[in-house]
């Protein structure tokens, strides 16, 4: 009887695009054809993928990269932290107090000294998130992310690294330099072109965020997610204003509710709250008890 050799199945029959980029770059002949542009792999030729018309794709190249990286790093859900790049932590605040040299300079310096304490709230409370438990596939949650940027988004990824937690930092090339802030985790920190695709990255894992005081940027990432929120297009989710002094000062809510261009019911879509710890059992007390989510209700063959 002759005897029965195992059979085996290749898993691919073509090589795989670095092989090719490597035989490529090795074999290649300089001559006028192999010199020329238009002989360069389309995947490696920037100048072909920098095109205007390549647009759609570096959209879905921009889109694809974090979120095959973030789901190979296990993170099933994010906590996200908006918030102002020019308050400082509180010692570094008082030195621009020091420096002010005029009045409306003081003044402003006056009241960036009175925000800065939510530098060590953003801190907390990213320490609180991040102490979150792996479900039972592994996956974490409530990962700290923050803008990636300086002072409050800072803040969150150091309260992060201080529970010994990796921490995401989604930046963004603008005109003037900005780097990420060296408590992000280098593995977890993205560059982005787009700030459209940044702000799907923000709340494509969001299960709770944190928007601290801010400007033109916080103002753009918060009132879209509220306006998502209240359309239906996501679910709602704990969304925490901190200092509601400075809320109340900035946007006048209850205005919107008297003109009639949002309902009452509209001011329930957010929550306000002073500290770390507050803010925690907010977030704890929404997902309490709770099970079903989006995809379960819209997969048919749940239930």
């Given at each position: ?15 795989n ?19 020329h ?9 920037m ?13 879905q190249?921009e ?60 801190r ?25 940027g ?40 993205f ?19 944190a ?37 109340d ?14 309902g ?32 379960e ?7």
């Open positions: 009887m002759t005897e029965q050799k195992e059979t085996r199945v290749p898993a691919r029959v073509f090589a695009a670095r092989t090719e980029a490597e035989t490529a770059k090795a074999s290649a002949v300089r001559t006028p054809q192999t010199e542009p238009a002989y360069r792999l389309a995947f490696q030729d100048e072909f993928l920098l095109r205007e018309d390549l647009r759609p794709v570096r959209f190249l889109l694809l990269k974090p979120e095959l990286l973030l789901d190979e790093a296990q993170i099933g859900s994010m906590m996200v932290f908006y918030g102002s790049a020019r308050i400082p932590e509180p010692a570094k605040a008082q030195a621009l107090l020091d420096l002010a040299t005029d009045d409306e300079g003081r003044a402003i310096a006056e009241r960036l000294v009175a925000k800065s304490k939510y530098y060590d709230v953003a907390e409370l990213a320490r609180l998130a991040s102490d979150f438990p792996r479900d039972n596939e592994g996956k974490r949650h409530f990962v700290v992310c923050s803008g990636g300086p002072s409050i988004m800072e803040a969150a990824n150091r309260g992060a690294q201080d529970a010994g937690a990796e921490t995401v930092g989604l930046n963004i090339v603008l005109p003037h330099e900005q780097a990420p802030n060296p408590y992000v985790t280098p593995s977890l920190s560059q982005f072109h787009y700030f459209a695709l940044r702000k799907m990255h923000f709340l494509l894992r969001a299960r709770a965020v928007v601290f005081p801010g400007g033109f940027g916080t103002f753009d990432e918060t009132f879209e997610l509220l306006t998502l929120i209240q359309t239906g297009k996501i679910d709602p989710m704990p969304v925490i204003f901190f200092g509601r002094e400075f809320w000062r900035v946007v006048n809510f209850e205005a919107l509710v008297e003109e009639g261009v949002i009452r019911q509209d001011l329930n879509l957010f929550h306000y709250a002073e500290t770390a710890e507050e803010a925690w059992e907010i977030v704890q007390a929404f997902y309490s008890g709770r099970t079903e989510n989006r995809a209700r819209d997969d048919p063959s749940v239930g």
